[in-house]
């Protein structure tokens, strides 16, 4: 893998659609505090050594607000990435407020006919699961869930606080 490349690819990503308003999500960008992290250098982007099991475990997030872990899709099939990163959040990450999101070419992630991958690395994002449910609050008391499918739904708030309620 190329690190280099794989971390322009995400920067770049993030930059011309995670923080663009889009007309099928009612105008809102995909995340609505990804541009703040990336302006302000508080997104860290990291090559995965083996696993997101592994290598993840004992992240600290410092002053950074998400922290990505990069890996060649190539070397892990989606079912069992997102098994790791499952696994990191029930037996790790979640019990010291830590979240982890996986993010895997072969598993596409739809929301109202937009596409939310990245669609080339496998990426293991890491967020503080205080801030990133406090933000989610802020956001559902705003309408940005409104017309989310609710399985995406179900999926995303899993292991974390449902804002809606």
């Excluded at 600290?60 to 997102?82: G, K």
């Excluded at 790790?92 to 830590?98: A, E, K, W």
């Excluded at 982890?100 to 072969?106: E, Q, R």
Aim: proline content about 8%; glycine content about 4%.
């Amino acid at each position: 893998m190329n690190f280099d490349q794989a971390k322009a690819d995400i920067v770049t990503w993030v930059a011309q659609f995670v923080e663009q308003p889009n007309p099928k999500l009612g105008n809102w960008p995909p995340c609505p505090y990804a541009r703040r992290a990336r302006l302000e250098n508080k997104l860290d982007i990291r090559p995965g050594s083996v696993d997101p099991y592994t290598d993840c475990r004992t992240v600290v997030m410092h002053e950074y607000d998400v922290i990505a872990y990069v890996y060649d899709p190539n070397t892990v099939t989606a079912p069992a990435f997102n098994s790791q990163v499952a696994a990191l959040n029930r037996g790790f990450l979640v019990p010291r407020g830590l979240l982890a999101l996986a993010d895997h070419p072969d598993y596409p992630e739809e929301v109202l006919g937009v596409t939310m991958n990245q669609g080339t690395w496998a990426i293991c994002f890491i967020q503080d699961l205080e801030k990133l449910n406090a933000h989610a609050r802020m956001l559902a008391d705003r309408g940005y869930y409104k017309h989310w499918p609710e399985e995406y739904l179900a999926e995303l708030f899993d292991q974390r606080e449902d804002p809606r309620k």
